[in-house]
């Protein structure tokens, strides 16, 4: 451990110790003269008093500064006053007993001296075991005293960072060198640092703080710690944090470059949902539109039927917008805005929707729905979608199937009290092999139109509501895609 000299404002009591530990020639002189003092005074009060405990003050003084030969030193000289002195002046009834109280005196002292020996050695162990533990810190460590602003204490580390001796300099002057500005909030300029902690209870506050010069991060620990003569100092520890400080900003970008591609994600997903969703709708609107120009070149035209396709082709341009903003919001929200609403009558809009569809491919549909309403809180724009999507894979799974065999059936049911199930079902080619784990994967299609998007969309549309989406392949054929979804509880 590196200690600088006691500083000025010391109390002479505590200064003198001090200076007596530093010279062990002087503690011993004044050893002798304690020795030769109690010796007198026991003489002058013709030994009435037994002053001979006091020599213990300089055998222990001795001991303490000097160690156990200055100690057992004193104590022979001590023995040597006694026996010299007090043998002369009170003869004893018998030589035995003058030199039995010279022996078990002379064995107390030694014993003092052992003990007091040892104690000295073992705090100077745990000293040593304190500055060897302080040294091999990567943490540059060091004590101020408060007062006086001198360095008492700093490690090895603390002489590496400033490439300086800091016991040479005032705390003012080293705080300069160090670049971190202070704990009272004084930052020197182009010193950046933030409070991570203070506790009461640990006594010890943390900031962290950048050397403008290096650029380097630092922790700086900083507390008040008790020191020799009971004094109360300031210990501070300053840790190099500049690696850890780089991993957390690669992190960051890290994070933020996931979250940009993660938004990146987002927009493909908004842009081909949409396509997707949009595409059934314009396609209709195709072809009312043909229907219309096919009937106005006509020679005869009823004005009625254009006018109905007319009508039609409005309800479907409609529907594109309101699937744009429906699919935009859930998007960006994730989440559907639901209200009570009827099973039954979202299968009866979704065929309407494909009407024409489903006449143009000459389907049979059956319907089949559960005699009374089937409530449930949901978005009925985007369960609509959900329906029409099955129907329309229905309807494409069929395309090449022979006219007996172009049936689509649609069933809802509340097989128990809180779920409803919807099914559809054809008789088309069914799902090609091996491809049942990815149905529900985006993008994933067979159809050379296709864009891969239909039952993904449907999965996480009924997921949001709380319900589950599967399939299953029909005996007589074709497949059967259905899903649930919780009843309403009223
Ligand atoms: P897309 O219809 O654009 O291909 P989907 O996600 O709706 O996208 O469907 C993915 C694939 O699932 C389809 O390409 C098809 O192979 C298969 N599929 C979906 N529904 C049916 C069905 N009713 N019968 C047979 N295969 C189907």
Redesign the pocket.
Known sequence: MRESTPPQSLPWTAALVRRLGDSPGAALGLALILVALVATVDYATGYELRFAVLYLAPIALATWTGGRSAGILIVVIASLFWLLSFGSAHPYSGDFFFYWEGIAMLAVYLAFVLLLERLRLSLTRADQRFSQVLEELDSAVFVVDEDSRQILYANQSLARLIGADPLTLGAGELDRRLGLGTDDGDGSPGVGGDAIGAGPESGFTSREARNAESGRWYLVRTGLIPWKSNRHVKLQMITDISVQKRAQALKQQHRDMLHQTDRLASLAEIASTLA?EVNQPLMAIAGYNDACLRMLAATSCDRNDVVTALQRCREQALRAGRIISRVREFIRSKRPSPALCDINALVKESLALLETQLEDNAIAVQVSLSPSPLLTHADQTLLVQVIV??L???I??MDKSVPARRKLSVLTDKPADALIVVS?S?Q?????AG?DEQ??T?L????P??????????RSVVEAHGGRIA?RANPEG??T?HFTLPADAN
């Open positions: 997707h999507n099955l329309q894979n229905a494409d799974a559809v054809d088309g080619a069914g799902i090609p491809v149905l529900f985006p994933f299609t067979t159809k139109q296709g864009m891969g998007l239909g039952l993904s969309i449907c399939h074709g497949c895609f």
